[in-house]
Nanobody, 126 residues
Framework: QVQLEESGGGLVQAGGSLRLSCAAS????????MAWFRQAPGKERQFVAN????????YYTNSVKDRFTISRDNAKNTVSLQMNSLKPEDTAVYYC???????????????????WGQGTQVTVSS
């Protein structure tokens, strides 16, 4: 079992920045990759970014490339999402998720991730 807890959400004006963090506990040595997803009201949960837990390779959805940066600290079992140049359309509940299966490919579907945090609200005002 892995437990995930997000922090760092809040209200920010368009163009501003926020940094989200996710602390993992439990069987963290079995984590293959960590990801951030987001869900806006009335919409499906969508992939934002992920990072390979051992190698550190990253992947982003097109809408956040060059604005968001995902990183991890294996010693502290944390993954972060630095969000810059925020837009109102970035408003959503942000979730971190853990994939426990070693893969040779990047996966962006929610079904591939085994553990989820409770989410943290990010609101970007125009």
């Amino acid at each position: 079992q892995v437990q995930l807890e997000e922090s760092g959400g809040g209200l920010v004006q368009a163009g501003g920045s926020l940094r989200l963090s996710c602390a993992a506990s439990g069987l963290t040595f079995s984590i293959s990759a960590m990801a951030w997803f987001r869900q806006a009201p009335g919409k499906e949960r969508q992939f934002v970014a992920n990072i390979n837990w051992s190698g550190g390779g990253t992947y982003y959805t097109n809408s956040v490339k060059d604005r968001f940066t995902i990183s991890r600290d294996n010693a502290k079992n944390t993954v972060s999402l630095q969000m810059n140049s925020l837009k109102p359309e970035d408003t959503a509940v942000y979730y971190c998720a853990a994939d426990m299966t070693p893969r040779g490919t990047i996966v962006t579907g929610t079904d591939f991730y085994h553990y989820w945090g409770q989410g943290t609200q990010v609101t970007v005002s125009s």
